[in-house]
């Protein structure tokens, strides 16, 4: 979140639940996948989503699973948000998650 004002926090915080229900909803049962955070850019346009996931030798299924599924995931977010500007979404693996695996 660049900005980091409350209406940032609290949309990205909308985003970050309404996305973990879809991926809960639609992904296999092959991996786990978490969404870490969700960053918002140029005034909510943007929303790059940031997930982990488990077993790591799934991390690129569960990346192009993702991707191939964020017009329906922005679908499912106009559906259960009251939202007046969608952003468009993008995903990448969250660099902090492997670092925090690390360090533990």
Avoid: C, W
């Avoid at 639609?26 to 943007?46: H, M, N, P, Y």
């Avoid at 790591?56 to 007046?84: G, Q, W």
């Amino acid at each position: 979140m660049k900005s980091g004002n409350i209406k940032d926090a609290r949309m990205s915080g909308l985003l970050i639940r309404l996305v973990a229900e879809y991926i809960h909803r639609e992904a296999t049962t092959q991996s786990l996948i978490t969404v870490r955070r969700v960053e918002l850019e140029d005034f909510g346009k943007q929303a790059t989503i940031f997930i982990s996931v488990l077993p790591e030798n799934m991390e690129r299924p569960a990346l192009a699973f993702v991707e191939h599924h964020l017009r329906e995931l922005r679908d499912y977010v106009r559906d259960k948000s009251d939202l007046h500007t969608l952003p468009h979404f993008s995903v990448i693996l969250d660099p902090e998650a492997k670092r925090e695996i690390v360090e533990e």
